[in-house]
């Protein structure tokens, strides 16, 4: 359910149309992605987001609910330190941090062609005028003047499509896999959180002197739970894979299909303009 009128009044305005779209997109594929999740999708909260007509007691509650585990997981975890991550989720937390920071390079070498581009663009808008006006005090090369101004503009046109495209739909998606990349860390760190509550409990059973301590049901059980745990993470990798070549394939082909008809079009225009400048000269 959408929220009533006057609230997104009151947010929306205070951003622009641009914005507000690019962020509807990500939250569509954000909830198109929990419901592909095979545990995710069945998730009471996620049922109550898309089914509650009034989200202001739930919000309560979550915010309570969240605090206290957010307690209990410190009080839990506090204690217990991990001795050696195992090899395969070493090298998922190597490649998480080597794929972040390649992303965050990408991101800032792409804003500062994004500020370039803009500045370029700004001086195609001045700089298009100015033949427009030249060709006043040229009669005879009024039309070959007028041309030129008109192929500055279109390229100007064609650049500004461009850096739109870049700014509303190649970051985003980088700046979303940076924040998926954080996710999973985060995700990564929780099970660390799990083995090493299991290997102290393991270990405080060895230490008891009896000649065959038995394994308590507690120690399983936080073994039950770490498996799974590794289980569930590994499985969300492939997935989180999988998605992510999808979506990079999909957005590197855009971002080249854009440049293509970027140079197209600039292409054309100053290819419209050699007619009139041949007529001139055969006129001479």
């Not at 500055?152 to 499509?161: V, W």
Request: glycine share 4%; aromatic share 10%; hydrophobic share 40%.
């Amino acid at each position: 359910p959408l929220p009533e009128k006057f609230v997104v009044k009151g947010v929306v305005d205070r951003f622009s149309e641009e914005f507000v779209e690019t962020r509807r997109k990500a939250l569509d594929k954000f909830l198109k992605r929990i419901t592909d999740h095979p545990v995710l999708s069945f998730n009471e909260h996620f049922n109550i987001f898309l089914t509650a007509k009034d989200l202001n007691a739930y919000k309560k509650q979550g915010i309570a609910l969240l605090t206290r585990m957010g307690e209990s997981v410190k009080h839990v975890t506090g204690g217990y330190k991990l001795r050696t991550r195992p090899l395969e989720f070493a090298a998922i937390g190597d490649y998480l941090d080597t794929f972040a920071l390649k992303l965050g390079t990408i991101d800032r070498i792409a804003q500062r062609i994004i500020k370039e581009e803009i500045e370029y663009l700004v001086e195609l808008r001045e700089y298009g005028p100015v033949y427009s006006t030249w060709s006043a005090l040229e009669g005879e090369l009024a039309e070959p003047l007028e041309g030129v101004s008109a192929c500055i503009g279109n390229c100007s046109t064609a650049l500004e499509e461009l850096t739109d495209d870049m700014t509303e739909d190649f970051l985003p998606v980088l700046r979303e896999y940076i924040l998926y990349s954080d996710s999973m860390k985060s995700v990564l760190k929780k099970r660390d959180q799990v083995q090493a509550e299991y290997e102290a409990k393991l270990e405080a059973v060895a230490l008891r002197k009896e000649d065959r301590p038995k394994v308590p049901a507690d120690v399983e059980k936080c073994q039950d739970r770490m498996e799974c745990f590794n289980a569930d993470l590994k499985a969300d990798m492939e997935r989180w894979q999988n998605n992510k070549r999808q979506d990079f394939r999909q957005l590197l082909m855009g971002m080249a299909d854009k440049n293509i008809q970027y140079y197209e079009k600039c292409l054309m225009a100053w290819e419209s303009i050699i007619p009139l400048l041949q007529e001139k000269q055969e006129a001479k």
